[in-house]
């Protein structure tokens, strides 16, 4: 009975692939996908002009997408935290870019930190979430700069 009434943390041996590679590749492929170029009339307040590509619709695509993280491996812990922190920082790591043109600096930076060294303590599923999501806003940001100067 001890064991249900505390929160399961997760800690890993080795470096994990999937929470790294996963979010940041998928990220990437969004925002370099033809899916940048469309407008959402109902957002049209925080989409850039006609004719430049915006990065919302693939942020609102990885928002929906995030729901696969229902399907984590059970070592994880509550897939239902796991998903609102992989939302939290989706939206936090892409909504204040439109305010504060440098935010795509700190997300990164702040992905990469994670990156070093949440694989190595005990954290909780919110929390590996945020690092999952935090990945999803930099792929997002770097396939942005990609596709804006090679595509």
């Keep these: 009975m001890g064991e249900s009434l505390r929160r399961r943390r997760v800690k890993w041996d080795e470096p994990p692939l999937w929470p ?6 998928l990220g990437f492929v969004m925002a370099c996908s033809p899916m940048r170029s469309y407008k959402i009339e109902a957002l049209s307040f925080i989409t850039t002009s006609e004719g430049k590509d915006s990065l919302l619709v693939p942020m ?5 997408l995030s729901s696969l993280l229902y399907f984590s491996p059970q070592e994880v812990g509550n897939r239902r935290e796991l998903i609102a ?8 790591g892409v909504l204040p870019q439109v305010i504060f043109f440098p935010w795509m600096v700190v997300v990164i930076l702040a992905w990469l930190s994670q990156s070093t060294y949440l694989w190595r303590h ?4 919110f929390r590996i979430g945020l690092w999952v999501g935090l990945g999803a806003a930099s792929g997002l940001f770097l396939g942005g700069f990609f596709a804006h100067y090679f595509l």
């Design 60 to 64: 609102v695509c990885l928002l929906l």
């Design 20 to 25: 790294v590679a996963a979010p940041s590749t």
């Design 85 to 92: 922190g992989a939302v939290t920082a989706l939206l936090l």
């Design 122 to 125: 005990d954290y909780p599923a």
